[in-house]
């Protein structure tokens, strides 16, 4: 049987591998956090988007069926019309207006 030395300098190139590849690893690991996010919020834009458009499509149909077949009852034909804009102004102006109470940058002037 053989005797294996470790040299000071083989100890010290076995650790600047280690460390090496932990760096990479987190790296890598970063990146991927990274991707992931980016994905994820460009998947949320699109499934957003997609919900809009399939309740806008919604909305307007039962707008065209009503306009369609009920022109005469007027009643139906203002709540059909108008309860959609109704939601849609809601969704606005919440949007739109900017209300808080927290102190702006560099504090109390």
Do not use: C, E
Not at 23 to 31: E, H, Q, T, V
Not at 35 to 47: L, M, N
Not at 61 to 81: D, I, K, P, R, S
């Amino acid at each position: 049987m053989t005797s294996f030395t470790v040299t000071p300098t083989m100890l010290l190139a076995a650790l600047g591998i280690v460390l090496g590849v932990l760096l990479m690893w987190r790296s890598g690991a970063r990146k991927g956090r990274a991707t992931a996010d980016a994905a994820r919020a460009g998947a949320r834009a699109v499934s957003l988007l997609g919900r809009v458009l399939v309740l806008g499509g919604m909305i307007t149909g039962v707008q065209w069926v009503v306009v369609t077949y009920a022109a005469g009852n007027t009643t139906l034909l203002a709540v059909v019309l108008g309860l959609p804009a109704l939601f849609t102004a809601s969704t606005l102006v919440r949007v739109f207006t900017v209300v808080t109470d927290a102190p702006r940058r560099g504090g109390k002037r």
